[in-house]
């Protein structure tokens, strides 16, 4: 009989990539070309170690066999080290790292000494592949195909002439908890800072609590002029589905109104998607970080385990600096020509905590997430203490900063 194409290393290295996106594509709306470069790259991983194996094995099905297994265990140890991680509150992550090291070692050796063609066991791998890859690719386009389309929103008409067009400054602190709640909560008095921005002119809404309570879902209504009704009768109140919310923040009525108004559109370099806005007349952008996606893909593989401190490291230097260089843009932004509309989503307060009461580095001590409240913490009411002191700290800097902006 025909020997068999050995195709299941190439679809396995395909496979989990495709299975994380159509998982998360609601909850991480990701354009389809950010998810082009992982793929690429286990792609073209695979093919190299699938022609090195069969020139070493000098046997293709075996040489797939290897891969296939070699391929699945680096791409799936992540979910399996996170459960285990539950179960004995990490104690055993890296123990069980080179136990499964030992393991594929141990199967790849079983595979070589084998005297089995291996042309049954490649046919069948070869059609859950197959089929493993088509039903993530079908669920992901079908996910796609019955996204809700909201109409476009009327156009927003100015009441009269307008005179002396002002500059404007729409500046987001992520999380930032009004006094009476701060000093509740978190044990905190805020009254320096709120005397601050009264004494420059501000007005201060003491009482004021948000619509939503979670980013997307209030700048999707901010900066259209709305509440959120018209899109959670279109879409369902209990949609997880991001994408409309990306979509009414990307092409926010706030700015094409502005836009039509002759005002120049300045925005600095977010720490997230959508509030990243590029297609504008001025674009403060820094260095980037990796994105949500690519994160938690990095999270399914032994690369945080074995890089975990440097990875994060770097990406919390990264967030730093955006932060910093924020308040940089705010500081550079009069010399802009005006009018102009000056749109700053700054992530903080809101954790990650990197930076001490005085603007000291702080070095967090898990992998990069920008997830908050018991997400972070897990529920785990003895880390409450810490988290509080964190958010304290971050806090302080950024009334300070804030205060030399304005």
């Known amino acids: 009989m025909k020997r068999p194409p050995v195709l299941h290393p190439f679809l396995f290295a395909l496979f989990p990539i495709l299975a994380l996106y159509a998982h998360n594509i609601r909850s991480i709306p990701v354009p389809l070309k950010e998810v082009a470069g992982p793929l690429a790259l286990s792609l073209a991983a695979a093919a190299v170690l699938f022609l090195a194996l069969s020139a070493a094995f000098r046997s293709p099905a075996k040489a797939g066999l290897a891969v296939s297994v070699i391929v699945l265990w680096l791409l799936s140890f992540g979910h399996l080290a996170g459960l285990v991680a539950v179960w004995t509150a990490g104690l055993f992550n890296r123990s069980l790292f080179f136990a499964t090291v030992l393991l594929v070692a141990l199967a790849v050796v079983a595979v070589v000494r084998s005297r089995r063609d291996f042309a049954g066991v490649t046919r069948v791998l070869n059609v859950v592949s197959v089929t493993l890859v088509l039903l993530n690719i079908a669920s992901a386009a079908q996910t796609l195909a019955s996204r809700t389309r909201l109409a476009a929103s009327p156009e927003v008409k100015a009441s009269g002439p307008a005179a002396g067009r002002p500059n404007i400054y729409y500046i987001v602190l992520d999380a930032y908890t009004r006094g009476d709640i701060l000093k509740e909560v978190f044990s905190f008095d805020n009254s320096a800072f709120v005397s601050g921005l009264e004494a420059r002119g501000f007005t201060v809404a003491a009482r004021s609590y948000a619509n939503y309570n979670l980013t997307h879902q ?75 996606f690519r994160t938690v893909l990095l999270s399914t593989t032994p690369w945080p385990l074995l890089f975990g401190s440097s990875q994060s490291k770097g990406s919390y230097d990264a967030h730093r600096r955006r932060i910093l260089n924020a308040f940089r843009a705010l500081k550079e932004a009069p010399g802009e020509k005006g009018p102009f509309f000056m749109f700053v989503h700054i992530m903080a307060p809101h954790p990650p905590f990197v930076f001490g009461p005085n603007g000291e580095p702080v070095e967090p001590t898990y992998l990069f997430a920008m997830v908050d409240a018991d997400r972070l913490h897990g529920a785990n009411r003895a880390a409450l203490p810490e988290y509080m002191a964190r958010y304290r700290d971050q806090l302080a800097f950024l009334n300070t900063k804030i205060l030399e902006a304005v």
Not at 222 to 227: A, D, E, G, H
Not at 266 to 284: G, K, Q
């Open 218 to 292: 209030s700048l999707a209504s901010s900066l259209n002029f709305t509440l959120l009704d018209e899109m959670a009768r279109e879409t369902g109140t209990v949609s997880s589905d991001r994408e409309p919310l990306y979509a009414m923040i990307r092409e926010n009525r706030v700015m094409a109104f502005l836009k039509n108004q002759g005002y120049r559109l300045v925005t600095v370099s977010s720490s997230i998607e959508p509030t990243d806005f590029r297609s504008v007349d001025r674009y403060f952008g820094f260095a980037a970080s990796d994105s949500e």
